[in-house]
């Protein structure tokens, strides 16, 4: 039953993704915002997703693609509430303490007050992962895609439970989706070819 759940959020999720027009930096963990971010301008925040990630795709080397990487970040991380800022702020420390259930029912109440603010739900997802709760961290994924169908995070994330739930045809799938947006995402290249030969099979 567990799994059917599972397989029926992942496919709204990639539906999601593919209708409207979370990789791990760490072993086991979801990709997360760098520590630091560069500052973001009025003009960023109202234009410069579509020209940044159209940049993304065409970044010449790593570094330029990963400070055009940041630059989005920066974006997603403002909530332009000061209610989710200072909630997300006693989220940080709840998370310093290592309570993750009170960092939940934090990010809980970030949802409600801002539900377009995406990267509560992102995180929202990444705790839910820890905790190996994939049911509430694929809908949070869902929520995720539905707003941003181009977050790179939280498809790399979605394909990351795929794998550990055993589906890597489902986690291929989604990985190319990240790479598609994001081509020099953080060992995505490398997740897509070891999956590639093991669901595909060698090229001859």
């Known amino acids: 039953m567990r799994q059917r759940f599972i397989s029926l959020v992942f496919a709204t999720a990639v539906s999601a993704a593919y209708a409207l027009p979370a990789i791990a930096a760490e072993s086991g963990s979801f990709l997360e915002p760098p520590k ?9 925040r109202t234009q410069n997703l579509d020209f940044l ?4 795709k065409v970044a010449p080397d ?11 970040w920066a974006l997603w ?6 209610t989710a800022n200072l909630l ?16 939940i029912k934090l990010l809980d ?9 995406i990267e509560a739900w992102n995180r929202r997802a990444t705790l839910y992962y820890m905790k190996k709760d994939y049911g509430h961290s694929l809908a949070d994924i869902r929520e995720v895609l539905r707003r941003e169908p181009r977050h790179f995070g939280a498809l790399a994330g979605l394909g990351l439970i795929m794998q550990d739930i055993g589906d890597d045809k489902q986690a291929l799938e989604v990985y190319r989706r990240a790479l598609a ?14 999956l590639q030969e093991k669901v595909e099979g060698r090229d001859i």
């Open 36 to 44: 630091k971010l560069p500052s973001v301008s009025r003009i960023d």
């Open 88 to 103: 997300m702020t006693r989220v940080k420390t709840a998370l310093e303490a290592q309570d993750t259930d009170l960092a």
């Open 181 to 194: 947006v994001h081509p020099r995402l953080q060992r995505i290249p490398d997740l897509v070819k070891t």
């Open 62 to 72: 790593e570094a330029s693609a990963k400070a055009i990487e940041e630059r989005i």
């Open 53 to 56: 990630f159209g940049a993304l």
């Open 109 to 117: 109440a970030i949802v409600k007050v801002k539900p377009d603010y």
């Open 77 to 82: 991380v403002i909530s332009r509430s000061d």
